[in-house]
């Protein structure tokens, strides 16, 4: 049995009450018939509520975008995995660029992160990638093997067997620029021949993910190779017809 398909939208920091209750129904609804392939979105902390009310008892499941490395205290405008497990979240989205760029996160905080949300059940959903200095300059390789590295060696390689990996080369992301299927399958093998050293069975059922600049007029080539089992999808989750599209086409 090959891997199953799966699609995550990442929503960032976008939408209101009234325009996710569309969005959120029109999602429902056109992905009733997907067949071996799960999809989710991840929405920002204050509509978590609202996605799990609409889309509880459905076919997509809803997680968030960050999650805090504590399980509780004195830590303001953290949110913990805990929390999100409260909401129903089956997803939550670790080491995205724009944390590790934007907001300083590094790899071992990212690391536990990872590490929060497993203890909590919660399916950490972990990006990796490089900038487009780091490819031009031949680092793509190990800048991902470090990121890999950083969870493997704190919250141990047994862990991978319940998370799901996103391959975002940070180029990509928002850009228009899309890496080319060839471009992601070689990252997409090297994670796995990667996490493979340690153990192959779970290099081989782990879920890796293609994220930058995924439409629905791209998604298909990318998700025919043999490494890429779906795609973490930002912009293009903001409309519906489009995310059903790429949600579609990772039916295999
Ligand atoms: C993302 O933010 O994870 C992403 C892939 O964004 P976009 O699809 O807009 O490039």
Not at 84 to 89: F, P, S
Not at 95 to 119: D, M, P, T, Y
Request: proline letters at 2%; charged letters at 20%; hydrophobic letters at 40%.
């Amino acid at each position: 049995m090959g891997r199953a398909g799966f699609v995550a939208g990442n929503w960032k920091m976008h939408g209101s009450l009234a325009r996710n209750q569309e969005l959120l129904e029109a999602v429902v609804s056109g992905t009733r018939s997907l067949q071996n392939v799960s999809c989710a979105v991840c929405v920002p902390y204050p509509y978590i509520v609202q996605a799990q009310s609409v889309l509880e008892g459905s076919h997509v499941a809803w997680g968030g975008q960050n999650v805090s490395q504590y399980h509780h205290g004195a830590y303001t405008g953290e949110v913990s995995a805990d929390m999100l497990t409260d909401l129903g979240c089956r997803y939550v989205i670790v080491g995205h660029s724009e944390r590790r760029i934007l907001f300083g996160e590094e790899n071992r905080v990212v690391a536990e992160k990872f590490r929060a949300a497993q203890e909590c059940s919660i399916t950490p959903i972990l990006c990796v990638g490089e900038t487009l200095a780091q490819r031009e300059s031949g680092e793509a390789e190990q800048v991902i093997a470090t990121q890999l590295d950083a969870v493997i060696d704190l919250a141990g390689i047994e862990t991978l067997r319940h998370s799901v990996i996103a391959y975002e080369p940070v180029w990509a992301i928002g850009t228009g620029k899309t890496a080319t299927p060839q471009q992601a399958q070689d990252v997409h093998e090297f994670i796995r021949s990667r996490i493979a050293v340690h153990n192959s069975r779970i290099a081989g059922d782990i879920q890796i993910l293609y994220g930058g600049s995924v439409k629905a007029d791209n998604a298909r080539e990318l998700f025919a190779m043999p490494d890429i089992d779906g795609g973490l999808i930002g912009g293009a989750s903001l409309v519906a017809e489009e995310f059903i599209s790429i949600c579609l086409a990772a039916q295999n």
